[in-house]
Structure formats: structure tokens, C-alpha cells
């Protein structure tokens, strides 16, 4: 409460010796700081920043069906009844080219598929024979081992909403999806004004009858931490 006779400054702020209601305090506050602008900011850079915008995917993630490790892409159809006792042989086709009948292609994890292959045999289950072909003794199953176009996001769908602090996971993905700029809120600048009499800066030479600024260095950390990082604030 006010204490009887208690004034404001007549430029409308709150008093800075006499006390202010705390409403009136954070209304004057949120009347007269303005909301921190945005910058385009690197997505190598991002890290620990916070989105000001979402960010939509502009086209499916992955764009194609790719490999999921490193294998040999083959129709999953052919591989039945494959076994160490009974090993399949298929015909090694170069990069790029579509799979004939028992074809097979070597490919490495986020590759592309080649045109008629539905699945990739771990390498543990492939070996050459002395022909250069591929042999097979492990049957498996369609989509093994695959990332199918759209299965980490379709198109126009949102990637990261606004508000979010990104993290590597978040850079990672934003590369995936050949973003190369984001949106970010502007670091503020942060002025710290530290009040007191015959205060020594920790910097000083001891003395026994010294007075150290300690909320000086402690709102600097709380600040660099805060805020220099484009973090939220401290509420």
C-alpha cells in the first residue's frame, strides 16, 4: 500500500524512492518496452536461440524413399526362402539405375532407393560371390530398413512452432530440411547500473575493510546466461 502522501514522477514512472504498487510497476513497464525485433540468423549459428516465427517444411522430409543404414537394396519379394544353406545370388546394378529381375544395388544409409527396390539387406546378411554378384541369406520384409518420403514431415507441415529454443537436435533437422536462415528474436542489449556507496570492485586489491560489488558480477552471469544466448527470460 501507499504510504499517505506518496507521489509519482511526473514523467508517469514509478517512483525510484517512493514505493509502487506492483501492478503499476509492470504497467508502466509493459507500456514502455518494446517487443525485441527479429533477425535472420544462420541455422549453424541458431543454436540456443529462440524462434520468432515457425518454420514450415517446404517440401516432404525426406523428399524420397532412402536407405535407413548402410546395405543392399533389393525387391523384398526375391529374398524369400533365403538361408545360409540356401543363399540367393542377385545381379549388382550401378548407382542410379533401376532393378531388374534379381537386381541389386550397393547404397549407404540416406541414400536413395534406385527405382523398383522396396527394402535394404543389412550388410551382415550380404556377401559377394565369386561371380562379383550379391548373395542373399536372409529374407526380409518390405520397407525394412527404410525412411519413406514424408515420414519425418510432409509438406507445409510445421517443423518448429514459434517460442522454441533450439537445440542440435532442432539444427540437425532444420539442415535435413535445407533450411539455411531462421527467424530468431534479437539479442537484447542489457545495461546493468549498480547503486551503492564506497562499493570495491571485485577486480580490486583486498582489504580487510573492503565492500565488494557482488550483484554487479551476479547480474552480468544472470544476464550473458539469460539473454545474451537469445533464452527466455527470467520471469
Known amino acids: 500500500m501507499r504510504d499517505k502522501g506518496q507521489r509519482e514522477r511526473s514523467d508517469g514512472a514509478p517512483g525510484l524512492i517512493d514505493r509502487t504498487r506492483v501492478k503499476a510497476a509492470l504497467d508502466w513497464i509493459d507500456k514502455n518496452v518494446a517487443p525485441l525485433g527479429v533477425d535472420f540468423g544462420s541455422v549453424i549459428d541458431a543454436v540456443g536461440r529462440v524462434l520468432a516465427e515457425p518454420v514450415d517444411a517446404t517440401a516432404d522430409i525426406p523428399r524420397f524413399d532412402r536407405a535407413a543404414i548402410d546395405g543392399i537394396a533389393v525387391r523384398a519379394e526375391e529374398t524369400v526362402g533365403a538361408s545360409a544353406y540356401n543363399p540367393l545370388s542377385f545381379r549388382p546394378v550401378p548407382q542410379g539405375e533401376a532393378l531388374p529381375k534379381l537386381g541389386a544395388a550397393r547404397v549407404d544409409a540416406g541414400e536413395p532407393l ?3 527396390a522396396d527394402t535394404v539387406v543389412p550388410l551382415e546378411y550380404a556377401s559377394l560371390d565369386a561371380a562379383g554378384g550379391y548373395e542373399i541369406i536372409e529374407p526380409v520384409e518390405a520397407g525394412g530398413h527404410v525412411e519413406h518420403a514424408g515420414s519425418h514431415a510432409a509438406r507445409d507441415a510445421i517443423l518448429l512452432p514459434a517460442g522454441r529454443e533450439l537445440r542440435p537436435y532442432d539444427i540437425g533437422l532444420l539442415a535435413l530440411a535445407g533450411v539455411s536462415h ?12 549498480v547503486t551503492g556507496r564506497g562499493l570495491s570492485q571485485s577486480d580490486a586489491p583486498s582489504s580487510s575493510a573492503a565492500v565488494y560489488d557482488t550483484d554487479g558480477p551476479l547480474l552480468r552471469a544472470g544476464a550473458a546466461r539469460w539473454w545474451n544466448s537469445g533464452g527466455p527470460l527470467p520471469y
Open 114 to 116: 534406385p527405382t523398383g
Open 182 to 193: 531462421v527467424p530468431v528474436i534479437r539479442r537484447p542489449a542489457v545495461r546493468i547500473v
